[in-house]
Each structure stands twice: as C-alpha cells, then as structure tokens.
C-alpha cells in the first residue's frame, strides 16, 4: 500500500547521499518494516534486513565481534544473509533496532565508514529503557511514521481522484457540492476503519466489518502486551489511563480526570506514564495553552491535557469491546451516523489524529469562569501559521460532529484574542462556507490545514 513516507526517505536518499541513517520511529503495526523493506527494493541494488526480533546467536556475534573492523563486519554480514553489497547502491536495515541498542549506537562509525546507507525502525525507541546505556548518534535522522492518512486511505481502496478534488476546492475555497455526500460517505469508512495497515488490508479487501474489527483488536492486545513488558515499574498507571481514555473522552470537556482514576491522584504521579503512551506512539496529547500566542508551547499548561487515541479506528474498537455487540450491525449504524452515542469524540479524536499526521503540535484553550459568562469558552484546537507576521498567528479550530450548533464559544474567543487570531475554523459534516469571518470547512479538509 502506498505511503506518503516513501517520498521522505527518497528525498533522504537523494539530499544527504549515506552522510546520515534514518530512523522511522512509530507505533507497533504502523507499517515500519513493510515501507523500509519496500524502498530497498525498489530503490537499491540490494539490501540486508536486519530483523533483531528475529536475530540468533550468530548474528549477534557478528555485531559483538566485527563492529570495530567494518571491512570484516561487512563481509560477515553478507556471507550470513547471502546477500552481495554494492558501495553506494546498497541499504542495510536495522529493524526494530531497539530490542539492540549497541547497533544503533554503531550507526555513527557505519555511516563515517560511508559505503552503505542505513535506515533504522523502531518502537518504543525513545523510552529511557531503551537508549540509557547508549550514546544516541547524531547522524540519526528520525522521521515520525503515522497511520495511514485519509488521503492514503483512497488510495489502499483504489482511489486516486477524491483527495486531488478535495485539494482543488480548498485552494479556491469552494464546496464540493453533490460529491460532498459520497465523500463524507468515504470519511465514515475511514473513521471507522481507522489507519492501521492491517485493518485497512482487510477492509480493502472484503468491507468486512467484522474481520476489520478482529485486525484492531489484535493491535490493542499486542499495545497491552506491551505496556506489561515495557512500562516497568509503573505498568499500573499506565493501564489505567489506556483502560480509560474512552470514557474520558466521552466527558463534554473530553480534559483527562485523574480524579477518575483515584481519589488521590495527583497530575506529578501519572506524568510519566503518559509521556510513556504518548512517546510509544499509542495516544496524541493535547495540552491545554493559557493564551494563543506565538510558541504555544511556551504557554502551555502541561497538568491540563486530553488524551486522545493515535488512531481513531483503534479508539472505536477500544470504546466498544463488550463481546455482546454484534460488531457487524455496530459499525453498519456508525456508517449511517444513526448510532446514539457521543460521535464528539470519535470526530474530535480524528482531527486530532489528522493535525498530528499534518505536522501539529495539539493544543487547546478553556476559561470556566464562575464569574463572567463572556469569559466560559473552549476551543478544540489552536494551530499556528506557518509563516509567521506581526499579528494574527494562531488559527482557532472548533470541530462539530452534527450540522446542528452554535459557535458561541469561537464568538467569544475571537472578541477576547481580536489581534492574535489568524482564520477561525470551523470544521464539520456539512460542505464547505464561509460566513462571518469564519471559515466553515468539512471534516476531510482538516489535513490541508
């Protein structure tokens, strides 16, 4: 399936000509491997991959005994796998290179050395656990891996034509008009299928739910695998928060309570665990920013945050893992959007999940003032601009996930924050508009941003 990260690696292969390795650093099932092994083939003579989930005895002595004599450790290499190298045509692949950290620290005296180049994948590789006896080299170039995108979505299911419309219209900020339906349509699938290769492969490959369905369960069972392997010594927190994510993003205000996870809790105690979650690639944070000001990080309160999941197709299965349900009629009544629950979060999630994917950091703005009710607002998301002026930086993003609401909350903030506001979005079901200000956009737009 294609995928937007295979330009990176090819504009790295091109730029930096072996004088750097590159890191694909994602979530477990994200699709690392598949690429990696996809752009050696197609871009290279030959290659290795090194797959140290699967390494034995021999290959380790190999990296143990030959490092420092890379001559001698390359022919080792070669002999072991039967694969001849070419200099300068030919790529090593270190796969899941966290399980053996003294081959990532070898990439600086590997790249020096100049002869191959290097990509590396990994999960869970910038966990302490993972890199403390190591010196992280700087000729690592690390590129995040998300889950499939819309746009990448079409196309797993044969669409090359929706994406470059959508982008057309956009551009001209026009609506798409009668094929805005079936685009929506199109959405929904997307939303519930959610971006993980596997579930799209079997999504694409016979629209059953049900098997789709399974594919998801499979990762999250592998997520909880690994947050009893990896997260020692706090494995308990960090369960609770993962268990807890969709009844927290079910709230009105969606913030994470750890009040709801213990009486007691205090934000100090459970900041590790969610820079575990956030750093393993399983949820997005978005950070609550006390004004919308240029370097929303440095406004940031990090003890008010949202949590939401990296992928939302994982979120629904997640939400929904009574074994009662007939997953089948479930998922049909999410495709109508006849299903009676809260869909706020599952379209909130999602924008998350494109801004992420798009480049964003996420945050967000809340005043629950008791006093004045002009100052009682939340904005969704709050993005910065690109290029940066004087005035007018940060773009506020509200999202509705019916075609009935109000903005009064856009109304207040925008008569609040008049000179630090740049275009005010509000994205929703219905096909774009523009009114009063605001640019009203659809939900599949938000990638454009």
Avoid at 208 to 223: N, P, V
Avoid at 234 to 246: G, L
Wanted: aromatic share 12%; hydrophobic share 40%.
């Amino acid at each position: 399936m294609k995928r937007k990260i295979y330009n990176e690696l090819l504009e790295w292969k091109v730029k930096r000509k072996g004088k750097t390795a590159i890191m694909i650093d994602g979530a477990r099932r994200i699709g690392k491997s598949y690429i990696a092994e996809e752009f050696a083939k197609n871009e290279y003579k030959s290659y290795i991959l090194v797959d140290f989930n699967h390494a034995d005895r021999r290959l380790f002595e190999i990296f143990d005994n030959y490092l420092h004599d890379p001559g001698m450790f390359f022919m080792q290499l070669s002999t072991y796998y039967g694969v001849k190298l070419y200099e300068r045509d030919s790529l090593i692949i270190f796969d899941e290179v966290q399980l053996y950290p003294k081959a990532r620290a070898a990439i600086k005296y590997l790249v020096a050395d100049g002869r191959y180049d290097y990509i590396e994948t990994g999960s869970l590789v910038s966990i302490n656990r993972n890199v403390k006896d190591i010196v992280i080299p700087s000729e690592e170039h690390r590129i995040p891996m998300y889950p499939m995108d819309f746009e990448e979505f079409l196309w797993a299911l044969g669409d090359e034509t929706t994406m470059p419309f959508i982008k057309y219209c956009f551009e001209r900020r026009q609506p798409l008009g009668p094929v805005h339906r079936k685009t929506m349509d199109l959405f929904r699938q997307y939303m519930i299928v959610g971006g993980m290769p596997q579930a799209v492969l079997a999504f694409r490959e016979n629209r059953d739910f049900d098997e789709t369905d399974a594919a998801k369960r499979d990762i999250l069972a592998l997520y909880r695998a690994d947050i009893e392997k990896y997260a020692v010594g706090y494995e308990s927190k960090v369960k609770s928060i993962f268990d807890w994510i969709p009844a927290e993003l079910q709230r009105h205000e969606k913030r994470f309570k750890l009040a709801d996870l213990s009486e007691n809790a205090r934000y100090r105690s459970y900041e590790s665990s969610f820079f575990w979650l956030a750093d393993a690639k399983i949820v997005n944070i978005c950070y609550a920013a006390t004004e919308p000001t240029v370097g929303l990080k440095m406004r940031a309160d990090n003890t008010a945050l949202k949590c939401y999941m990296a992928d939302t197709g994982l979120l629904i299965s997640h939400t929904f893992d009574e074994q009662i349900i007939a997953k089948e009629k479930l998922y049909n009544r999410l495709l109508l959007d006849k299903l009676e629950i809260n869909k706020g979060m599952l379209v909130e999630n999602i924008v998350a999940q494109m801004l992420c994917a798009a480049g964003h950091k996420l945050y967000f703005y809340a005043s629950y003032s008791k006093k004045e009710a002009s100052d009682r607002m939340e904005i969704d998301f709050l993005v910065q601009k690109p290029d940066l002026t004087n005035r007018h930086n940060i773009s506020p993003i509200e999202v509705k996930s019916t075609t009935r609401y109000t903005t009064s909350s856009l109304s207040k903030f925008a008569a609040k924050y008049a000179e630090q506001l740049s275009t005010q979005y509000v994205l929703h079901t219905a096909d774009l508009q523009e009114k009063e200000g605001i640019l009203y956009l659809p939900l599949y737009m938000t990638p454009l941003l």
